[in-house]
């Protein structure tokens, strides 16, 4: 006998592409609270399938997968010199090894990719991991919760 189990079509459901991973980056990013987004200044936020060869040097990698997100740029302090040519700030989120860590987790996606903003912002600005905490367990708080289907 056949067990029927009705659920998402998942039969046709696919990873996200980066594109869309992007944009719940850059949505995830917008709900953080404004005090946090300004530590970034002007910021590109970017999602690549892997870290480059010269990352994985710089960082003494193992492995693609060991790396979810990479802040690159200047904190604020460092700001009052600013070079020539410099780009804005820049965080790059790995697709493959965020899908991974999904997989092998029981996180939603969207709870991963605000984790890895925050930490990636915090760390590089010197925040503790209680401050990261609090400002994640906040960032839940400023997406409006979606109704049930009429």
């Known amino acids: 006998m056949v067990r029927l ?9 696919l990873s996200p592409s980066i594109e869309e991973m992007e944009l719940l980056a850059l949505e995830t ?12 200044g002007e910021i590109v936020i970017q999602v690549a399938e892997f870290p480059t060869e010269d990352i994985m040097d710089d960082l003494a ?4 997968f060991d ?21 804005p700030n ?13 997989s092998e987790n029981e996180e939603t996606l969207g709870d991963i990719v605000t984790h890895v903003l925050i930490h990636e912002i915090g ?5 503790s991991d209680d401050d ?14 979606q109704s049930a289907p009429q």
């Open 123 to 127: 760390h590089h600005f010197g925040l």
């Open 132 to 145: 990261m905490e609090r400002i994640e367990e906040g960032a839940g708080d400023a997406y409006p919760a």
């Open 29 to 40: 990013y917008t709900a953080l609270p404004e005090e946090f987004r300004s530590l970034t």
């Open 61 to 64: 990698l193992e492995t693609p």
């Open 90 to 102: 820049r965080i790059t989120l790995y697709r493959r090894a965020i899908l991974d860590y999904w």
């Open 5 to 13: 189990y009705q659920t998402r079509a998942w039969q046709e459901q």
């Open 67 to 87: 790396l979810l997100g990479l802040f690159e740029g200047r904190g604020l302090a460092e700001r009052w010199n600013p070079q020539t040519g410099e780009g």
